[in-house]
């Protein structure tokens, strides 16, 4: 469960990017969080992954309080989310099996877990056939299903997703889409960021909407998508 | 740790290094040069504290007393000086000891030369004390106590040789931590260079690495790795060198002052390697890992 209370976030820059933003997220839910650019869609992503501190307010993720979290406990915090980036963040000289491995690698699991685990999640996101292409091989979905793979392969309780289809075209975006929708469930929580409407509007599900640092409208949208 | 999580950190450390090819090279060749300076000053100091140390073993002073005097005024003499803290070492020399060995050295194979003295030393009144310091430094001021005491006639010692080492000695202590702490402060520069670039070049990995939840420590241990193994490069290759140059220039300086081959005596290298390696190494590997955690500090937050 993710709630924000009350939080405002100040740069020091004087730039008032968040007011007073309240929101309650369940166990399981998937949720978009809509909103232009400078709307502080990004900087709630960036509060949740406690990249920055808020002004005021509190955030509580799975009974975690971030604002009380001590430094050290952030890295074990963080293990709890996996996160999806707009452009992939893959390593390039890497190929895809050890691009999610990576994930596990660093969080030091044994590499027995690693030999396990990564080709059940390549299945998952149906890249079992190229887990030894570099990322330039592969489409901008594939490369994005990769990401996704290595967000999950640490069983997070909630996926973080910044702009997951920005860089993908109409057809690839609704694929991964799909991907996060039966991600989602299985049990896991997610939070897609997000400006394109096309997609919110296919997807029926929770939409936040963000205008100039405060949540304008919280409801259920759109028709649905179809998942496999 | 996990060894696959050590061995992954070596590895990624070796990755960085082959990457950033030159600036490791010169990190290697700058760590080489202070670690061989180090070196050749270690062995110049070790082996000159080995030659004071060995000269105030061998090296004794010799205190001659008044004819006149009998055995027990000098043996209250020998007393006095046998309280002295400086004194490490000492033992009577009688005018008889002192013919037999004078005998034993200058008539060897000719023992028919000294019948002539049969029955009458010359050098009766020639009884002495042997005495041996424990710090060659003292050696000066405890001589010139000697001369200040009553009875005693005359006072043998070594005053050139020795005191040369010894001021030898402090010099090259001196120098050496000077040179040494440029050559390190160039060291530590360079090594930071080094892995500001490999941090710089694998930003997108560690900013990964950190939204993924991993500890500072496993962030930064790839360029603790990669400094380490830097460090220890750096100093394997003048201990290689050092190996070699040693034995030949302590051939060449045996030839060379064969003359003061009672007090030039050198640390066989058996002795003084191991110790070297041991010392080069941690300087080495040092160098390496504080050059790299205090870069990578800047660079690397959660």
């Known amino acids: 469960m993710i709630e924000i209370v009350n939080i405002n976030k100040t740069y020091e820059t004087g730039n008032k990017a968040l007011r007073g933003i309240n929101i309650t997220i369940e166990d399981g839910e998937f949720v978009f969080i809509m909103g232009k650019s400078g709307s502080g869609k990004s900087t709630l992503l960036h509060l949740l992954l406690k990249e920055v501190e808020s002004t005021s307010g509190s955030i509580v993720v799975n009974h975690m309080n971030l604002q009380k979290m001590p430094r050290r406990y952030v890295p074990k915090y963080r293990r709890t989310l996996g996160v999806v980036f707009q452009d992939f963040r893959l390593l390039r000289d890497r190929n895809v099996f050890e691009n999610v491995a990576f994930a596990q690698r660093v969080v030091g699991a044994s590499s027995r877990a690693i030999r396990e685990s990564v080709p059940e999640m390549l299945k998952l996101v149906g890249l079992s056939a190229k887990y030894k292409s570099l990322p330039h091989q592969l489409s901008g979905g594939e490369q994005q299903r990769v990401a996704i793979a290595r967000a999950l392969i640490n069983r997070p309780e909630v996926l973080l997703a910044d702009e997951p289809t920005g860089n993908l075209d109409h057809e690839n975006a609704i694929e991964i889409m799909k991907l996060l929708a039966q991600i989602n469930a299985l049990g896991t929580t997610v939070v897609v960021v997000t400006h394109s409407q096309e997609i919110v509007e296919q997807m029926g599900k929770r939409v936040i909407t963000m205008e100039r640092g405060q949540v304008v409208s919280d409801e259920i949208k759109g028709g649905d998508i179809h998942e496999n | ?302």
């Open chain 2, 1 to 302: 740790m996990r060894i696959s999580t050590f061995f992954y950190c070596l590895k990624q450390g070796m990755i960085s290094i082959c990457r950033n090819i030159w600036f490791s090279l010169a990190s290697i060749a700058t760590i080489s040069a202070c670690i061989f300076l180090f070196c050749l000053f270690f062995t110049v100091a070790y082996n000159v504290q080995y030659m004071v140390k060995h000269a105030e073993s061998t090296v004794g002073i010799s205190v001659l007393f008044d004819e006149q005097l009998t055995d027990p005024e000098i043996q209250a003499i020998g007393d006095q000086i046998g309280g002295r803290t400086e004194v490490k070492d000492m033992h009577y020399v009688t005018a008889e000891d002192a013919w037999d060995s004078f005998k034993q050295e200058y008539f060897a194979g000719n023992e028919e030369l000294a019948e002539g003295f049969a029955g009458d030393n010359p050098l009766a009144g020639s009884a002495s004390y042997e005495i041996f310091l424990y710090d060659i430094d003292s050696q000066e001021g405890f001589v010139q106590y000697l001369l200040g005491l009553s009875g005693v006639r005359q006072v043998n010692y070594s005053n050139t040789a020795i005191a040369g080492f010894s001021t030898l000695s402090k010099v090259v202590g001196i120098l050496s931590l000077v040179i040494i702490g440029v050559l390190l402060a160039v060291s530590v520069f360079l090594i930071n260079n080094t892995i500001s670039v490999a941090a710089a070049f694998r930003k997108n990995e560690s900013k990964i690495m950190r939204l993924i939840g991993a500890t500072n420590f496993m962030i930064r241990a790839p360029f603790l790795v990669e400094g380490v193994l830097i460090g220890l490069l750096g100093a394997a290759i003048p201990l290689v060198g050092m190996y070699f140059l040693y034995n030949h220039a302590v051939e060449y300086m045996v030839q060379q002052f064969r003359l003061f081959s009672e007090i030039i005596v050198f640390v066989p290298a058996g002795q003084i390697y191991p110790l070297m390696i041991g010392v080069a190494l941690l300087l080495g590997v040092g160098i390496g890992f504080f050059g790299s955690f205090f870069t990578i500090r800047k660079y690397l937050k959660v």
